[in-house]
């Protein structure tokens, strides 16, 4: 059983799922970063043997948090696309065929670093596609982790991870949710996408993801 945890950030109560994405219950909404569907398809087209079926099992856990939470709104911050070589048929279709399945829900795309190189998807998948920051008071949901004046930011970009250690000398590093002053980062949703040890500030929050659980820890000095 996945167990998310809820947490006050900028005065808003947000949700922090183990599926590594965030709900936002006072506007209804779903946040996604950096899935980076079709990275699978864009090794393959390279010549490395990856498994398939990565962008179904990532939009099966979207669904999961849809039946979750019943979003109204569903916005991925930034990277929805790996690269133009993973644009594909099969890509495409499972997409489209996943957005038929919830018409009554926005979904919106603030286009990343990524997304510019690969594109937007096609008009048949259904995603508006934006540039960033949006403002959502008091959030900016953004691609880039970079402070907006006048708004808290939520963004992706970075796959924050944070190295813990064990009794017995063991170390693992987990992705994480790091909220600083300013800006808080979300971990990357997608699956086939490694992350980043962060660097947190006294005063950072930071929870881990561990498998069906989300835990606060102590980081920085």
């Known amino acids: 059983m996945s167990l998310p945890t809820r947490a006050t950030i900028a005065s808003e109560e947000l949700v922090l799922s183990p599926q590594r994405a965030v709900y936002w219950p006072r506007r209804e909404m779903l946040l996604v970063a950096d899935p980076h569907f079709g990275k699978a398809a864009t090794f393959r087209a390279l010549g490395v043997h990856v498994p398939t079926g990565t962008t179904a099992h990532g939009l099966d856990r979207i669904d999961e948090l849809i039946v979750a939470h019943e979003p109204r709104r569903v916005v991925f911050l930034g990277d929805f696309l790996h690269a ?7 890509t495409f279709a499972t997409l489209a065929a996943w957005r038929s399945r919830h018409g009554s829900i926005d979904v919106q795309l603030i286009r990343g670093n990524h997304d510019r190189r690969a594109g937007d998807p096609p008009s048949e998948v259904g995603i508006e596609c934006v540039d960033g920051p949006v403002i959502e008071p008091p959030f900016a949901l953004a ?23 064990g009794a017995a000398r063991q170390h693992v590093r987990l992705s994480c949710f790091w ?5 808080g980062v979300l971990p ?14 006294r005063g950072d929050r930071v929870w881990v993801v561990a498998e069906d659980y989300v835990i606060p820890v102590t980081v920085g000095e």
Do not use: K, Q
């Open 84 to 90: 133009r070589e993973g644009r594909n048929a099969s």
């Open 143 to 165: 691609h880039h982790p970079v402070a907006v004046a006048g708004s808290y930011v939520l963004a992706g970009h970075i796959h924050p991870c944070a190295a813990i250690s």
């Open 179 to 183: 909220f600083g002053a300013e800006v």
């Open 188 to 201: 990357a949703f997608g699956e086939f996408t490694g992350c980043a040890s962060i660097e947190a500030r």
